[in-house]
């Protein structure tokens, strides 16, 4: 703790000090007022939790020095110390705010229980303002979402830091905002002990929002949070926000939350300040542009190649040379090997186009389909084989890593039929084998057998394809 001592005798003050010491050997750290006025400007100065503080002094007496600083140090507790009994001190004392009123020269007993009491006095109002903020933080914070236009009274030095995650598994990403947001509570639970206040919470995507408040501007939070946020093995881009009022910060928040896409172009997995963000000029271009990247990223994971192709042909219309020097090129690259897989310089508008037509043909790569016509080869030869079993176009297309939609397409531009057009003229042909060359099954049976799990449903596709129900094709091949 800080600890000031005012009293008009030196001896008096460096005896006080000796025995605090022999009690703390090294751990609190004191100030020593000579008189009223010098503790009154040492006391808002340096804000000390405890004030022992001598009633006679000269210039200023030591209560109108207590009742001028209560105001001015809303956290220090006042001891008085002196030589005088009389209870019109102490009442007086304790009117102004005075927590103890010990008598000169006091024992370390004496010292020891102010010190103790002080100390678990201090934590619980320390603990409790801190958890004030946060509910009036939570409070107002949820208020301005509904009415913006609310005025918030809450001013100081306040910061903001939002935390993006990118992980390419959902559920994973949210088991990693919990650990980020234990451990970011663990490295700031201590400062609350420097009089810092803060608020933690989620925001609705599920982005972590941190709002401090500090004594005096301070770059600690920053490089504290900076810290945790490199620690981890997946990019973590944080944004530091800061302002005199909570308005203030609210409005930068909702700002921030708008331009979420944009940390791909402009520090991606960095520590990011809020004028690299709102400097960016033409901030709905580079928005549709960032959006437009991270669906083709989307896509990619998804193995979906018919958005993917699309998402490609609607960027060409978008870079805009002008900006090419305004972007941070590193960010965006680290972003794409994120989460494609395989590495390439991204420095342009030109090598990110090429980058992600390398994603493209990286999908087919992955799926093991190297072209068109090896793909519908490939699936006819599935369909030869596994006609009798219960298959469909999401069973054949999740066996090649591609979407039904995607399957679809091909195989209707390659073979000029659908999927399932091919599936029932390939059954019809084996149902005709059968009735032919195996008179002692059923028509029942030689449904089953192709795939069909009714025989009502096979003699109906049957006879329009052949115009002959199942037992007249029968007859007719036995009676030619």
Request: a negative charge.
């Amino acid at each position: 703790m800080k600890v000031l001592i005012a009293d008009d005798e030196r001896m008096v003050r460096l005896s006080f000090i000796s025995m605090c010491n022999e009690l703390y050997p090294g751990i609190h750290e004191y100030i020593e007022a000579r008189n009223g006025n010098e503790m009154s400007v040492l006391g808002e100065k340096e804000q000390p939790d405890l004030a022992f503080v001598d009633i006679r002094m000269p210039l200023m007496d030591g209560l109108s020095a207590i009742e001028k600083l209560s105001a001015l140090c809303p956290h220090t507790q006042f001891i008085i110390l002196s030589g005088y009994s009389d209870f019109s001190y102490a009442q007086k004392a304790i009117q102004l705010g005075a927590r103890d009123y010990l008598l000169k020269p006091p024992s370390l007993d004496d010292i020891q229980k102010i010190f103790m009491q002080a100390e678990v006095d201090r934590s619980q109002k320390i603990t409790q303002d801190n958890h004030t903020f946060f509910y009036e933080t939570i409070a107002q914070f949820n208020a301005y979402c509904i009415f913006p236009a609310l005025e918030q009274d809450m001013t100081g030095n306040l910061s903001a830091y939002i935390f993006c995650v990118d992980y390419k598994e959902p559920e994973a990403q949210k088991q990693f905002y919990k650990g980020l947001y234990r451990n970011i509570q663990q490295e700031l639970n201590p400062l609350i002990h420097l009089y810092y206040r803060y608020c933690l919470f989620h925001l609705p995507e599920g982005e972590i929002c941190l709002i401090i408040k500090t004594p005096q501007p301070s770059r600690r939070p920053a490089e504290i949070l900076n810290t945790i946020s490199s620690a981890f093995g997946v990019p973590v881009t944080t944004y530091h926000l800061s302002a005199c009022s909570l308005g203030e910060i609210f409005d930068k928040i909702i700002s921030v939350m708008d331009l979420f896409s944009l940390r791909i172009f402009c520090g991606y997995g960095g520590f990011l300040d809020e004028h690299k963000v709102f400097a960016l000029s033409r901030k709905k271009q580079l928005i549709k542009l960032s959006e437009t990247v991270e669906n083709l990223q989307l896509a990619y994971q998804d193995r979906d190649y018919i958005q993917y192709e699309k998402l490609l042909d609607r960027l060409i219309s978008f870079p805009d040379l002008s900006l090419e020097k305004e972007l941070d090129w590193n960010g965006m690259g680290k972003y794409l090997q994120h989460y494609f897989h395989f590495g390439q310089t991204v420095d342009s508008f030109a090598s990110l186009y090429q980058f992600l037509v390398q994603g493209k043909e990286d999908m087919y790569k992955i799926s093991g389909v190297n072209n068109t016509p090896n793909l519908t080869e490939k699936v006819k030869q599935y369909v030869e084989e596994h006609y009798m079993d219960d298959i469909g176009i999401n069973t054949i297309s999740s066996l090649y890593g591609i979407t039904p939609n995607y399957l679809s397409k091909i195989f209707h531009q390659k073979e000029g039929l659908r999927f399932m057009d091919h599936l029932t003229l390939v059954r019809i042909s084996h149902a005709k084998r059968l009735l032919t060359a195996s008179p002692c099954l059923s028509v029942n049976e030689v449904a089953e057998q192709i795939g069909y799990r009714g025989t009502r449903h096979f003699s109906k596709v049957f006879q329009k394809l052949t115009g002959q129900t199942p037992s007249e094709y029968r007859k007719s091949k036995q009676n030619p």
